[in-house]
């Protein structure tokens, strides 16, 4: 009799451990696979076979070499004839449909108790979604780059502290700075005073509104308008991170706006308001007074043998007077008055607020005094007078028409009476 129950005991041991491998080969959900030194395939489970589309016999059949895609066939061979590789690493493998599929793999070498290489214990797992993710990662995150460096537009990344994270060559350009300074100055550093609060409220709401205007800092010292559009990041959880903005330089634009509102509204010759928005002042102020039951007078003011210092001394010297009348007549008058110009030699006077008549006859005098000092042309000093009509709201229901019409009777009053004098419209 012999003693085997060692023997006994290692081979329940062995075929325990047989079976604990064959159970996690075959129902891994990763792929598995036994690959020998030379790149036969000499055992799979379903996840791979699955995973590639493929029957187990076609996969073993066609070996490592048949399956890898072929941009990686040298690697995969370069790999075979190094014993494999410690790390994971990802290779692309054909479908039996035909399309690429990622796999990252782990492969270790198994060898005898003699150290001799037997075959390749070998894990896949398919992560062509990954990959697929981060490529589309990766393209919008270049796409957002190239937009965000190449746009014409100023562009930002702000936190809602006012922090710039990022800027754009655009808005370094417009600026006048390099993009070190724009961002150690910051939003705050960078904006109007007046516009501070404006652009807090647009930190806090997380939203622009529909039109957004201010003004930032030049580096030469003047300021600039720019229009913004701002759209807020948040993380998963709705935690605000940064914002995404637009700067469009509408300066040039301000501009414009204002010059076609100047030439709208104003006389091209004096800059003073014209007929226009002369009339508008005149009708606010009227239903003010009315409500108030105060008084106003507007003058009618026309200067007095201006035909003469055209034909004496030329349109251009005539034009030159006008702009220095202008000048007298707004010196005459309160802030809150309006001297305007109708045309030709007539100019218009709006007195808002008078206490009593007498206000309005003692602004003629002021203006009639200021007329009366010469002007220089062309070495000759010339004096240019002026009658003017004065009328009152002394009726409630007298509109601005009534009032104009009634200014205008009494400067021909004046007129009549010689010039350089005022009258005060009376209905009798």
Request: charged fraction near 25%; aromatic fraction near 6%; hydrophobic fraction near 40%.
């Amino acid at each position: 009799m012999r003693d085997v129950t060692a023997e006994r005991t290692a081979a329940a041991a062995l075929q325990e451990a047989q079976e604990r491998f064959r159970v996690t080969f075959e129902r891994a959900p990763l792929g598995m696979a036994l690959i020998s030194l030379e790149g036969r395939v000499l055992q799979v489970n379903d996840a791979l076979c699955q995973m590639l589309g493929r029957s187990a016999a076609d996969v073993m059949a066609r070996g490592v070499v048949g399956l890898v895609a072929q941009e990686d066939l040298e690697s995969t061979r370069r790999l075979l004839r190094d014993g494999g590789s410690q790390k994971p690493f990802v290779q692309r493998a054909r479908h039996g449909d035909g399309h690429v599929v990622w796999l990252q793999i782990r492969s270790s070498l198994v060898s005898d108790a003699a150290g001799k290489p037997l075959h390749f214990v070998t894990q896949l797992q398919d992560v062509t979604a990954e990959r697929a993710a981060a490529a589309a990662l990766q393209e919008a995150e270049e796409r957002f780059r190239l937009t965000f460096e190449q746009a014409p537009l100023g562009m930002a990344l702000t936190t809602p502290e006012g922090r710039f994270l990022q800027v754009n060559d655009a808005l370094c350009q417009a600026l006048g700075r390099s993009p070190a300074e724009v961002l150690e100055l910051g939003v705050w550093g960078l904006t109007h005073p007046a516009d501070r609060e404006a652009t807090r409220r647009v930190l806090r709401q997380g939203t622009t509104p529909e039109r957004f205007v201010k003004r930032f800092l030049h580096a030469d010292g003047h300021f600039i308008s720019v229009e913004v559009t701002s759209s807020l990041v948040s993380d998963p959880a709705g935690k605000p991170l940064y914002f995404v903005s637009q700067f469009k330089d509408v300066t040039e634009e301000q501009r414009s706006q204002l010059q076609l509102i100047q030439q709208a509204f104003h006389d091209p010759l004096t800059g003073l308001p014209n007929r226009v928005l002369f009339e508008d002042r005149a009708g606010q102020a009227l239903a003010r007074e009315r409500r108030q039951h105060g008084l106003l007078a507007i003058m009618f003011c026309d200067l007095d043998d201006f035909k003469g210092v055209n034909d004496r001394f030329g349109h251009q010297a005539g034009d030159e007077v006008l702009r220095s009348v202008a000048v007298r007549l707004q010196g005459c008058v309160r802030e809150a008055d309006t001297v305007a110009r109708f045309g030709g030699d007539e100019f218009v006077l709006l007195l808002d607020g008078v206490g009593e008549p007498a206000e309005a006859t003692a602004t003629a005098a002021r203006v009639r005094d200021a007329l009366r000092k010469s002007h220089s042309l062309g070495g000759q000093e010339v004096v240019v007078g002026a009658s003017i009509g004065i009328a009152i709201n002394f009726r409630e229901t007298a509109g601005l028409e009534t009032l104009l019409g009634e200014a205008d009777t009494a400067m021909y009053q004046a007129k009549a009476a010689g010039g350089d004098c005022s009258r005060v419209f009376q209905a009798s």
